[in-house]
């Protein structure tokens, strides 16, 4: 009888864990489209991304929507190139640029944070030898998160060796040695030394007025913390604590790597850098100029993918059962976080509802909303209040970053609204 009772608490316990872990919805699926919108709504949605298309506007992309753990749309569409080759489809890796801020840096960070390993209040200076004697090492983790630190937005390092596609052979090689290690692309090499140059000039760069100004150089300095308090690459961190635990086959910095049949999207033909079409390198240049791992920049992803890492976030770090982050730490980061008279940000996300209607999101959008852009045509949001969560993913920057047609037409936010609209929210 006791060992039946036995089998009986473990069979129970077996079937509670199979429970919990579909209690999520698993959003790694193969279908190339699910859509349980209305009619009306999706029909939108298709018109005008395939007019987007036509119109040059991307050559592809892909949108999912997650509504109560339900995916209630997703769809592919387009081709990598205009050359309408190899169709977009559900492994179709893209280049999620300054997504990169929350769905690595960040999550980075929280773990960190959650661990006890770093506090909103420690400074750059605590961390990172290089910042010392300089305004930057005064600079705390919550201001860096905030973009409120004073730091410019960007420092076009790149343009120093490269100038109008002229390299600086100094710096820029097209063969690999023992000098000139780091990859930036196709018989593209930089010189060992250049980040560590990098660095040394943005810590003397004059720091502005601390208020909100969006900066890429805040999660420079953040992946370089993290790394520092690791000991460790912040990329092999998070595939072997976050993405590769949850399944993620398609996520990660340096596709090439582990992506090996082509299936990822070009960026930008690089005329005045790297003299190339970009495809598998970051399209970013500080990122490029790092190695294709920065705190700015760099990770490649599927908008299912994507899902999966927003759905955990969605449910207070947790995600098939299995706890990633605490749920105090989680809430705590992508709840807006006023810093020097600023009240748009979050904690390394987005939340530009909170201090009144956006422009950039739905007038549905409950306030608790947070998310990130990306310059490559990327965007997510997940809206707690309505339990929604929405992802769109191109490369508008091929084969031109500029014009930015996608930014014009509002394609991101009117589909996003169809959504809200069809959900009767």
């Known amino acids: 009888m006791r060992s039946y009772c036995r089998?009986?608490?473990?069979?129970?316990?077996?079937?509670?864990?199979?429970?919990?872990?579909?209690?999520?919805?698993?959003?790694?699926?193969?279908?190339?489209?699910?859509?349980?919108?209305?009619?009306?709504?999706?029909?939108?949605?298709?018109?005008?991304?395939?007019?987007?298309?036509?119109?040059?506007?991307?050559?592809?992309?892909?949108?999912?929507?997650?509504?109560?753990?339900?995916?209630?749309?997703?769809?592919?569409?387009g081709f990598l190139t205009y050359d309408s080759v190899s169709h977009v489809d559900a492994n179709t890796s893209y280049d999620?640029?300054?997504?990169?801020?929350?769905?690595?840096t960040t999550l980075a960070?929280?773990?960190?944070?959650?661990?006890?390993?770093?506090?909103?209040?420690?400074?750059?200076?605590?961390?990172?030898?290089?910042?010392?004697?300089?305004?930057?090492?005064?600079l705390t983790i919550a201001e860096l998160l905030t973009h409120t630190s004073g730091l410019s937005p960007f420092i076009p390092f790149?343009?120093?060796?490269?100038?109008?596609?002229?390299?600086?052979?100094?710096?820029?090689?097209?063969?690999?040695?023992?000098?000139?290690?780091?990859?930036?692309?196709?018989?593209?090499?930089?010189?060992?030394?250049?980040p560590d140059i990098v660095r040394a000039k943005l810590v003397q760069y004059p720091l502005l007025r601390k208020q909100y100004r969006y900066s890429d150089l805040g999660f420079f300095l953040l992946c370089d913390i993290v790394e520092t308090i690791l000991d460790r690459p912040m990329d092999e961190f998070l595939y072997e604590y976050f993405y590769q635990p949850m399944g993620l086959t398609r996520t990660g910095f340096l596709p090439l790597y582990f992506i090996h049949d082509g299936n990822i999207a070009p960026t930008e033909n690089d005329t005045y850098?790297?003299?190339?079409?970009?495809?598998?390198?970051?399209?970013?240049?500080?990122?490029?100029?790092?190695?294709?791992?920065?705190?700015?920049?760099?990770?490649?992803?599927?908008?299912?993918?994507?899902?999966?890492?927003?759905?955990?976030?969605m449910h207070g770090g947790v995600y098939k059962g299995r706890t990633y982050l605490s749920q105090k730490?989680?809430?705590?980061f992508v709840t807006t976080c006023p810093?020097?008279?600023?009240?748009?940000?979050?904690?390394?996300?987005?939340?530009?509802?909170?201090?009144?209607?956006?422009?950039i999101l739905p007038?549905?959008?409950?306030?608790?909303?947070?998310?990130?852009q990306g310059f490559t045509g990327t965007v997510f949001w997940c809206d707690p209040e309505n339990d929604l969560i929405y992802v769109f993913l191109s490369n508008r920057v091929y084969p031109d970053a500029e014009p930015n047609k996608l930014s014009k037409s509002r394609l991101r936010l009117i589909v996003h609204e169809l959504i809200y609209h069809s959900l009767g929210l």
């Open 7 to 77: 089998f009986l608490s473990f069979f129970l316990l077996f079937v509670a864990i199979i429970v919990s872990s579909f209690s999520q919805s698993s959003l790694l699926f193969s279908p190339n489209s699910c859509n349980q919108l209305a009619d009306d709504s999706s029909n939108i949605i298709d018109s005008l991304v395939n007019s987007a298309i036509r119109s040059h506007i991307f050559p592809g992309c892909q949108i999912i929507a997650i509504h109560s753990d339900t995916i209630i749309f997703y769809k592919n569409y």
């Open 96 to 104: 999620v640029a300054s997504m990169t801020k929350s769905l690595a």
């Open 109 to 138: 960070v929280m773990k960190l944070y959650d661990d006890g390993k770093i506090r909103l209040t420690d400074t750059v200076g605590q961390f990172l030898d290089y910042s010392s004697g300089t305004p930057v090492a005064s």
């Open 158 to 194: 790149y343009r120093e060796i490269s100038n109008n596609g002229v390299w600086d052979s100094r710096y820029l090689r097209p063969t690999e040695s023992d000098s000139f290690p780091i990859v930036l692309a196709d018989s593209v090499f930089l010189r060992y030394d250049y």
């Open 273 to 313: 850098f790297r003299k190339r079409v970009i495809k598998g390198y970051v399209h970013d240049q500080t990122a490029s100029v790092m190695g294709g791992v920065c705190g700015n920049a760099g990770l490649f992803s599927t908008a299912q993918e994507v899902g999966v890492l927003l759905s955990m976030l």
């Open 329 to 332: 730490t989680v809430r705590q």
């Open 339 to 359: 810093m020097h008279n600023c009240q748009r940000r979050a904690l390394g996300f987005d939340t530009p509802s909170f201090p009144g209607p956006s422009e």
């Open 363 to 372: 007038a549905a959008a409950g306030k608790r909303t947070f998310g990130h």
